[in-house]
């Protein structure tokens, strides 16, 4: 079947750097296109056919009423549009209202970033669970900058266990602050994306906005704050009872981890696949699950994501299969030969 769409404005950003967004569609929904003048013919099955028609339908309309793309947006949404068939791009695009966080004026850029972002509107704790590059430290983030300004909240606790990915903490040269400093600068990275620098240093000089390890939050109780623990795959289940349990009044807590990057000692289990199990059902908490599609950073992060997924699948397959293959424990072992024994009598 064919199809075609007139496009008078906007082509650039339809087609993209190197055309990746168009290629986007064309893998995304098995089609071939083709740009000829102002006129993008559409070639394929009729069902793809008919749904590329469609989004390319609402990118003109969306362009002629003043929306602007950015090239990373347009190709997040795009992803998102091909593989869920119930999703348009309009609708897509006009959910994904743009909110204010200081300095900085963001998107959900997908489903999950959305459902994420309400979820964090509606609920006093949240718990973001997915893949790196998806967006849950940075969101959170911006949430409670946006809280903060609109004095929601009195102060915004940062916070995440300092443990090592191959390095002893003691092994680092400096302080104590300078030693924990390293694991908690993707939180201050965030903070003066969203700040101004000066705004920042002020904010932490008076402890408006506190970053510290998480074994800081013991025997604390955190009034009026906008709590966030990242990276809390990483945590015990005593500590994830213990930071949880900090949330006092007028407060909210938002928890984010990737449940495939586990750096505890061996035996530990993760607080946060714990704390999902155990408050499963309970009011007032939500937990979004990410995948490699939110993922938000250069599109090499989502196939490295993806391989990593399939490469565990395997491996987990092949040591099954290994593990069925061993001989059981009733399977006939191999005869040894008994050594011989001395029957003459022991001398006195």
């Given at each position: 079947m064919?199809?075609?769409?007139?496009?008078?404005?906007?082509?650039?950003?339809?087609?993209?750097?190197?055309?990746?967004?168009?290629?986007?569609?064309e893998s995304g929904l098995?089609?071939?296109t083709?740009?000829?003048?102002s006129?993008?013919?559409?070639?394929?099955?009729?069902?793809?056919?008919?749904?590329?028609?469609?989004?390319?339908?609402?990118?003109?309309?969306?362009?002629?009423e003043?929306?602007?793309?950015t090239?990373?947006?347009l190709?997040?949404y795009?992803?998102?549009v091909?593989?869920?068939?119930d999703?348009?791009?309009?609708?897509l695009?006009s959910?994904?209202?743009?909110?204010?966080?200081?300095?900085?004026?963001?998107a959900?850029k997908t489903v999950?970033?959305?459902?994420?972002?309400?979820?964090?509107?509606?609920?006093d704790?949240v718990?973001?669970v997915?893949?790196?590059g998806?967006?849950?430290?940075?969101?959170?983030?911006?949430?409670?900058?946006?809280?903060l300004?609109?004095k929601?909240?009195?102060?915004?606790i940062?916070?995440?266990?300092a443990?090592?990915?191959?390095?002893?903490?003691?092994?680092?040269?400096?302080?104590?602050?300078?030693?924990?400093?390293?694991?908690?600068?993707?939180?201050?990275?965030?903070?003066?994306?969203?700040?101004?620098?000066?705004?920042v240093?002020k904010?932490?000089?008076?402890?408006?906005?506190?970053?510290?390890?998480?074994a800081?939050?013991?025997?604390?109780?955190l009034?009026d704050?906008?709590?966030?623990l990242?990276?809390?795959?990483?945590?015990?289940?005593?500590?994830?009872?213990?930071?949880?349990?900090?949330?006092?009044?007028?407060?909210?807590?938002?928890?984010?981890?990737?449940?495939?990057?586990i750096?505890?000692?061996?035996?530990?289990?993760?607080g946060?696949?714990?704390a999902?199990?155990?408050?499963?059902?309970?009011?007032?908490?939500?937990?979004v699950?990410?995948?490699?599609?939110?993922?938000?950073?250069?599109?090499?992060?989502?196939?490295?994501v993806?391989?990593?997924?399939?490469?565990?699948?395997?491996?987990?397959?092949r040591?099954?299969?290994?593990?069925?293959?061993d001989?059981?424990?009733?399977?006939e072992?191999?005869?040894?030969?008994?050594?011989?024994?001395?029957?003459?009598?022991?001398?006195?």
């Open positions: 064919k199809a075609s769409v007139q496009i008078s404005q906007g082509i650039e950003s339809l087609f993209g750097t190197r055309d990746e967004n168009i290629r986007l569609l098995g089609v071939s083709h740009l000829l003048d006129v993008i013919e559409i070639q394929g099955d009729e069902a793809n056919v008919l749904r590329a028609e469609r989004i390319l339908e609402d990118y003109v309309s969306l362009v002629r003043g929306h602007v793309f090239n990373g947006d190709n997040s795009l992803r998102v091909t593989e869920d068939a999703v348009n791009l309009r609708a695009v959910s994904g209202r743009q909110r204010n966080f200081g300095k900085k004026v963001l959900p999950n970033q959305r459902r994420y972002l309400e979820a964090i509107e509606r609920n704790l718990f973001g997915g893949p790196a998806t967006g849950k430290t940075y969101l959170a983030v911006a949430m409670a900058i946006s809280a300004i609109a929601k909240v009195s102060r915004i940062l916070t995440r266990p443990v090592e990915a191959g390095e002893r903490l003691g092994f680092l040269p400096g302080t104590l602050q300078e030693k924990i400093d390293p694991y908690l600068r993707p939180l201050y990275d965030a903070l003066y994306e969203m700040l101004e620098s000066e705004k240093e904010y932490l000089e008076r402890n408006t906005i506190e970053v510290a390890p998480i800081f939050m013991r025997g604390r109780t009034n704050s906008f709590i966030i990242d990276e809390a795959q990483n945590s015990t289940s005593e500590q994830m009872k213990m930071v949880r349990t900090r949330q006092g009044f007028n407060s909210q807590m938002v928890v984010n981890g990737d449940i495939t990057q750096d505890l000692p061996g035996g530990k289990r993760s946060l696949l714990d999902i199990d155990v408050l499963k059902g309970v009011e007032g908490i939500s937990v699950h990410f995948d490699e599609r939110d993922a938000v950073r250069h599109s090499l992060v989502q196939r490295i993806k391989a990593y997924e399939r490469h565990n699948e395997q491996y987990g397959a040591q099954l299969t290994l593990k069925l293959a001989p059981g424990p009733d399977a072992a191999p005869a040894v030969e008994a050594p011989p024994v001395d029957l003459a009598p022991a001398r006195a």
